[in-house]
């Protein structure tokens, strides 16, 4: 069974904080239609991976979807859009509010449609504030929240590859979305949930800003190696890398055993997580001999049997078919028009003991249920035609 299986959810979502969380809810069982413009969504096309530049990225956030295209401001799009609202549950849409305001997406034109609408909404900086009508992405709510600050090296700031903070949003915006579901249930009442990449930057940040503001201690980026806790680095074996995280005084102990080394434990400058954050170079250096000795499978090994965290730095292409990968099926082989191979797409990163969230259908092609949809929306063939020659889908 699938746990969200009579709630439908329109996704009007761009890139990542909106399109992910229909993806979620879609997991989830709900029926997600995926809306775009009629050439297309500008995410459809990021990282090509097919001859006619169908995007990676589309096919990972747009899994469990089904797909049209819809041109809200031509004659006809309205009306076409008021139908699919007052089918609909959600709709997610991570665009400017006067963006949302000229398509009829805002809160107002929707309730007008359907009272107990849930409207589910990203902006970059939250709405209001001297910043609230600029647009943005992921790296700049990195950039602000101090990440890139204390990622890399102290003379150049760095940003994570990947967009967590899109994804975190993404991530947020679909609890939001079932909470306000939950109300729904309980009073009747839609509502209008608001995401926003800088505050969901603040909260990952939020305990080295709170030490920031009490004790004043301008960290600066270290690289790899932790600041809070030792050892915390990456350190080269002798055919790799591999990540070690030792945080608390049991985790230390056990390194300082597997180092055979017992001063680690009676030297004051190494007692506590802080004092060892401080002199992290002195055991990163340590932790260094002793895997520049070793492979890295040798290494790994010795850390898991001493109950240390610890994993391989991985390229991606090692990745795919690393053995905890494979094993636990976390990306699921999906095929796509156009592909030499099925596309390894991340399901669901959640199990449920009594819900099937595994993934039902690939990402859609451009409009690939347009005529699907409106039929069930009450359009006829001649409708659709007319529609389609003047590009309203």
């Not at 699938?2 to 996704?11: G, S, Y």
């Not at 990440?147 to 915006?173: C, I, Q, R, W």
């Not at 001063?263 to 990163?284: C, F, K, M, Q, V």
């Not at 390229?315 to 099926?329: C, D, F, K, S, Y």
Request: proline fraction near 6%; hydrophobic fraction near 40%; charge should be negative.
């Amino acid at each position: 069974m699938t746990i969200l299986q009579d709630l439908r959810v329109l996704d009007f979502g761009r890139y990542i904080a909106g399109p992910f969380c229909g993806a979620l809810l879609g997991d989830l069982g709900a029926d997600v239609i995926r809306i775009e413009k009629v050439d297309g969504s500008e995410d459809r096309y990021t990282a090509p991976v097919t001859d006619d530049k169908q995007g990676s990225g589309f096919m990972a956030l747009n899994r469990n979807k089904r797909g049209m295209t819809l041109n809200p401001r031509k004659p006809g799009g309205q009306d076409i859009l008021r139908r699919l609202v007052a089918t609909a549950d959600v709709v997610i849409a991570n665009l400017p509010p006067d963006t949302l305001e000229s398509m009829g997406l805002d809160y107002a034109s929707l309730t007008a449609v359907k009272p107990d609408i849930i409207l589910t909404t990203t902006t970059a900086f939250g709405v209001g504030g001297p910043y609230g009508n600029r647009v943005g992405f992921d790296g700049v709510a990195q950039a602000m929240s101090g990440n890139m600050h204390l990622t890399g090296y102290e003379n150049e700031p760095m940003k994570n590859y990947f967009p967590y903070v899109d994804y975190t949003t993404a991530s947020l915006n679909t609890m939001a979305t079932l909470a306000a579901i939950i109300h729904r249930m309980n009073t009747g009442e839609g509502q209008h949930v608001q995401g926003c990449l800088l505050a969901s930057a603040l909260t990952v940040a939020n305990g080295t800003l709170i030490e920031q503001s009490i004790l004043d201690n301008n960290r600066a980026a270290t690289g790899n190696r932790g600041q809070t806790a030792a050892p915390i680095d990456v350190f080269r074996t002798t055919d790799g890398w591999i990540l070690v995280q030792v945080v608390g005084n049991p985790l230390f102990e056990r390194w300082a055993k597997l180092m055979g080394e017992a001063h680690w434990l009676t030297d004051p400058r190494y007692a506590t997580d802080e004092t060892r954050g401080d002199n992290a170079a002195d055991i990163s250096e340590r932790m260094g001999r002793w895997t520049a000795e070793r492979s890295t499978a040798e290494a790994m090994a010795l850390l898991a049997d001493a109950r240390i965290p610890c994993g391989e730095v991985l390229t991606p292409a090692e990745t795919l078919v690393n053995e905890q990968v494979v094993a636990r099926g976390f990306l699921e082989p999906v095929d796509y028009p156009g592909l030499p191979r099925p596309a390894p797409v991340g399901r669901m990163p959640v199990d449920f003991s009594m819900a099937d969230t595994g993934i039902r259908r690939r990402a859609p092609t451009l409009g690939e249920h347009t005529e699907e949809i409106l039929e069930e929306l009450g359009y006829d063939a001649g409708n659709i035609s007319d529609f389609r020659s003047r590009r309203v889908i």
